[in-house]
């Protein structure tokens, strides 16, 4: 059959228009995924709970390992850092627990002569229950550290802080609470007494001072007086003084918490109060030149003298 030219067209336009669309198909390729479409998963950073039981301890232990030595001034402890600082010659190094390894770590710490100590000693074992006091204490949990390190006249302790700063928390080489004292209790009186006689077999006097500046003793060395005071919110501390006495010396154990507690209650019924003025204070020493010290208690400037058996022998 013979078309006609128009239909001739028609054809021809069709036929082009069906082989310009099979060339675009053919001609864009099948679509792949390239390298950067497809997201590498990334190595994560290993983590580890230093809140768990034993685990704190632990990675003490592997700190001294790695710096192969137990002279630190300085252990910090978080939920998830460690690190320790050493001696080494007359230079501080600091150990990290840092993504799984322990390594070498910059610290601006710098060993200027403070105490050195075995940080193996220190009983960190339960920190989150360290925690956890403190943060009631101290009414903040934000940015926890534990640290071991030098207080004061070289006694090492064992503090939690926060960040922002709240209460500094104190605790024992053992993990026991530094409590704050009130000293006009027996509890109060009790662990005082404990802090500032220590293992003294001997001292020239103990006292407790006005308006909450806490409990003391006195020991004669030569010509000087040293002295160890338990402030009520701060462990005990040692300071010394150029100074002689003439106090006579006297066994510690003579004094004894129960009976300055029940003196001082006696004392507050008789001037008709229930709880000690600010102002009171204790001394007990041979200041007056007796055989055996006596209990000096000062309140509302009336002074009362007791033995140590809790009789009263003021003068009148």
Not at 77 to 104: C, F, I, Q, Y
Not at 237 to 266: N, Q
């Amino acid at each position: 059959m013979v078309l006609g030219r128009r239909a001739v067209l028609r054809v021809a336009v069709g036929t082009l228009g069906l082989a310009g669309c099979s060339s675009t198909v053919s001609t864009n390729p099948t679509p792949t995924d390239s390298p950067s479409s497809t997201p590498t998963p990334s190595a994560s950073a290993p983590t580890r709970n230093f809140l768990e039981p034993g685990e704190a301890t632990l990675v003490v232990r592997e700190l001294v390992a790695a710096a192969g030595t137990i002279n630190a001034i300085k252990v910090e402890l978080s939920a998830t850092d460690a690190a320790m600082s050493v001696v080494s010659g007359m230079t501080a190094k600091t150990w990290g627990w840092r993504n799984g390894e322990v390594v070498v770590i910059d610290s601006d710490t710098q060993f200027v002569g403070q105490a050195i100590f075995d940080p193996r000693d220190y009983n960190v074992s339960d920190l989150a229950g360290m925690f956890d006091t403190a943060a009631t204490l101290a009414k903040s949990s934000s940015g926890q550290q534990l640290q071991i390190v030098e207080y004061a006249d070289r006694a090492v302790y064992m503090t939690v802080t926060t960040n922002p700063e709240s209460l500094t928390v104190f605790f024992r080489k053992d993990g026991r609470l530094i409590s704050q004292v009130d000293l006009t209790t027996l509890v109060g009186i009790q662990e005082a007494y404990g802090d500032v006689v220590g293992s003294k077999k001997s001292i020239n006097a103990l006292g407790i001072l006005p308006n909450k500046g806490g409990m003391y003793v006195d020991v004669a060395v030569l010509d000087t007086i040293v002295r160890t005071l338990r402030q009520p919110k701060l462990p005990a501390r040692t300071a010394t003084r150029r100074e002689t006495t003439t106090l006579a010396a006297f066994d510690p154990s003579l004094v004894k918490p129960e009976i300055i507690s029940s003196a001082l209650l006696r004392i507050c019924t008789k001037a008709g109060t229930t709880t000690p003025p600010p102002g009171w204070s204790l001394v007990v020493s041979t200041k007056d030149g007796t055989s055996e010290p006596r209990m000096y208690f000062s309140m509302n400037g009336v002074q009362t003298v007791m033995t140590l058996a809790g009789v009263d022998v003021t003068p009148h």
